[in-house]
Every structure is written in structure tokens, then in C-alpha cells.
């Protein structure tokens, strides 16, 4: 809608609100807005040296067909936005996804499409390990480079296999990590390499907000990736 379709629009409503004795307040979707009905976002955290603060858009510069950014899942730290449900093949499926670009400061290099619980669980693990963990390397961490998320398959991809906790929306992988320094760790180099005291901080502080994490020592399909699912086990997170 051009400018002048908006102000119209805007005089319409101006209009029909003025001889409404009680106009009903509308929720303004989107944070920080007078009268949100969304959790308001924090104020920007301070970004690090040549990284740019995560923007919104704004809803008067959105093209057609264009959807909102802000904070999904009712939980500030996640910016992305909803999607609608996903019914794949048999038992694969979300039936209240999100499209996730950020959390908790952090920027997403490939959006992922999960549950709620399981970006919470991202965020958490973000917040409690993969930020302050990255004192270690004397620099913040900027990016993460997520290489799975949503996928209707069987574990590991083999056929007869069990479905995949991705199947369902509850797992994400995680190829590597980026810094404020320049530098990026990826699991597949830097878990026997440079970089291994960050790897296996924040492979241990997963084990607990993730009900199962797999590294580079579980087996050798996860030589490259960290995989994390809030899959709950008797007997606790299986970490590995
Ligand atoms: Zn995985």
C-alpha cells in the first residue's frame, strides 16, 4: 500500500472510531508499540564493535505480501516471526511453527523452523553458554550458522530408521559460531583444533536446556554439527 492508500486508510478508521462512544483499543502487533498485546522487546543491547544492531522492520516500509519481524513465542530474546502449520508425510509436522532469524542478540546465518519449546531451549542455551562462553576466546559472540532445523526424515536419514526429533520441529543443528574478533569455529575443525575449549563448553552447557546433544564424539554423523533437541530422556538429558 502506497502512503496515500495508508493515510487513507488511516482517515477510514479515524472516521469510524469517532462516533464510537467506547472505542475498543486494538492491539498493534508489534513490540515495543503503545499498546502491544506482544511481549515488549528489551532495549537494544549493546552491539559489538562493527556489528550491527539487529533492525525491525517497520511497518510503513513492508512491500505486499511482506510479514512483520519481531518477538515470537511470547519470549522476547526470539526474534523471527510465525508460520503457518506445518503437515508433512505421516507423523511429520508443526502445529505452531516459528521461523526464527535471532536469539537472544545473536544472529541466525540460515533461519530455522521450529516449535516454541525448542527455540526457548535455544535461547536459553544461548544465553546460560554459547554468549558468556565466549569470554575464552576474549571476544562475543556475534553469529551462529544453524544447517538444520525443520526436516521430515528418519534419524541420520537412514532409511528405516526412527523420525527424526526434526520431523517434529524439535531440533536444531549447528555447524559453527562467529565472533566479534572476526573469527568463526566451526565443530567440524575446531573441535580437535583451535577453538576446542569454546566447542566443548557450550557442547556440555547444551546438556540440560536440550534433552539430547550430539557432538563430534557420538558418532560419525555428527563430525561437522552439534545436533540438540529437547527430546526428554528417563534418566536426563543424553549428551554425547
Ligand atoms: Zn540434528
Known amino acids: ?19 464510537s462512544p467506547t472505542p475498543k483499543p486494538r492491539p498493534v502487533p508489534y ?6 498485546i506482544y511481549a515488549p522487546l528489551r532495549s537494544p543491547a549493546p552491539s559489538p564493535r562493527g556489528v550491527a544492531p539487529t533492525v525491525l522492520n517497520v511497518p510503513g516500509l513492508l512491500k505486499p505480501g511482506q510479514s512483520v519481524e519481531g518477538s515470537v513465542c511470547s519470549d ?42 525448542a527455540a526457548k531451549a535455544f535461547a536459553d542455551w544461548t544465553d546460560r553458554s554459547a554468549k558468556p562462553s565466549a569470554e575464552v576466546m576474549g571476544a562475543v559472540l556475534t ?12 534419524r541420520n536419514s537412514r532409511p528405516g530408521a526412527r523420525l527424526s526429533e526434526h520431523a517434529k520441529g524439535n531440533a536444531v543443528d549447528i555447524a559453527d559460531f562467529s565472533f566479534s574478533n572476526g573469527k568463526t569455529i566451526s565443530v567440524l575443525k575446531g573441535w580437535r583444533g583451535e577453538g576446542s ?25 555428527h563430525q561437522d554439527h552439534f545436533h540438540f533437541d529437547i527430546a526428554r530422556h528417563r534418566g536426563g538429558p543424553y549428551c554425547k
Open 1 to 19: 500500500m502506497g502512503r496515500a492508500g495508508l493515510t487513507a486508510v488511516l482517515a477510514l478508521v479515524a472516521t469510524a472510531c469517532a462516533g
Open 31 to 36: 513490540a515495543n508499540a503503545p499498546g502491544s
Open 76 to 117: 522476547p530474546r526470539i526474534l523471527g516471526r510465525r508460520i503457518s502449520t506445518i503437515n508433512g508425510a505421516g507423523a511429520c509436522g508443526i502445529s505452531a511453527p516459528v521461523r526464527v532469524t535471532s536469539v537472544s542478540g545473536i544472529r541466525l546465518k540460515n533461519a530455522i523452523r521450529v516449535n516454541c519449546e
Open 143 to 154: 553469529d551462529m550458522r544453524p544447517v538444520a532445523s525443520y526436516a521430515c526424515r528418519t
Open 197 to 221: 575449549t569454546y566447542l566443548r563448553r557450550v557442547w556440555k552447557g547444551a546438556c540440560g536446556p536440550f534433552g539430547t546433544v550430539l557432538g563430534p564424539e557420538s558418532d560419525r554423523f
